[in-house]
């Protein structure tokens, strides 16, 4: 169902499953709606509620992530063992990855902002780069999800939870950065002390923003590897955290419904918001 962001109330209705969602997400360009459950992947016009494809191939035992390329055009489907690159609007498959070899479960797939590139992570393991318009590995990264891509695709940012059960809080977590087109680690983000659940590129690509259930999120200087700045909550683990569209600004959240605005460059509270502020 998708529903009107400040009241909550219905727009348009996409049908119903027997199964459990596993995950839902719209297209860059919000035009193409993917509804995930165990077995299957639909898409469906999110403008006029039409379903346009419904991908289902019988060599997944279930369907482990998917991810929407840039452009809107195409949707990678990820199964134990191999990738299909699907063209959206019609369900074919335009390419398939062969990952048979490596038969581990895929955490998530991340598109370059060009869409050239794939990243997989693998849940307990590492990452791959998956160049495919040659449809070949590029690099491997020791290092898995949260990860992103820096706006020019020249960078990578990854987490260091890949030894690590999803629920782990006891080991120190350190983010990396790499470069993407030779493999080489250039920074290691050391301030987190339990679990990263976001690495995320700034829009003009020279700095990163980490998130951990250590209650705290941090600002990186891509050029050096240094902290720019900390924000840290005392009673809540923060629920999501993104920079402003200008890169000036943090915002938080907490389960509390509480969001706060930071000052990116210092950390500083600028303040906070409760509950419905609409």
Not at 156 to 181: C, M, T, W
Request: hydrophobic share 35%.
């Amino acid at each position: 169902e998708k529903a009107e962001t400040r009241t909550g109330s219905s727009l348009l209705k996409m049908g119903k499953t027997e199964l459990d969602i596993m995950d839902v997400q719209f297209s860059q360009d919000g035009r193409f709606l993917g509804v995930m459950t165990e077995d299957s992947l639909k898409i469906w016009d999110s403008f006029n509620g039409t379903l346009l494809a419904r991908i289902r191939d019988t060599a997944y035992e279930y369907i482990d992530a998917s991810a929407f390329s840039h452009d809107g055009n195409k949707i990678a489907v990820a199964g134990l063992g191999k990738i299909n690159i699907y063209e959206v609007s019609l369900g074919n498959i335009l390419e398939i990855i062969d990952l048979d070899t490596i038969r581990l479960s895929i955490d998530n797939l991340v598109f370059s902002n060009d869409d050239k590139k794939l990243l997989i992570s693998f849940y307990g393991a590492g990452s791959l780069l998956w160049d495919l318009p040659e449809n070949k590995l590029s690099q491997r990264f020791p290092g898995n999800s949260p990860a992103s891509f820096s706006p020019d695709g020249n960078y990578i940012a990854l987490s260091a939870n890949y030894h690590l059960g999803y629920y782990s809080r006891e080991q120190d977590q350190v983010p990396k950065i790499f470069d993407a087109g030779t493999g080489k680690l250039l920074h290691r983000l050391e301030g987190h002390s339990k679990y990263i659940s976001m690495a995320q590129f700034n829009k003009t690509g020279n700095g990163v923003l980490t998130d951990s259930w250590d209650r705290s999120a941090m600002c990186w200087d891509i050029q050096n590897g240094r902290l720019v700045s900390k924000m840290k909550s005392e009673l809540l683990d923060f629920e999501s955290v993104k920079y402003s569209p200008d890169d000036k600004y943090i915002l938080t959240t907490a389960v509390n419904e509480t969001a706060v605005l930071w000052d990116a460059a210092s950390g500083e509270f600028l303040f906070s918001m409760k509950g419905d502020t609409t």
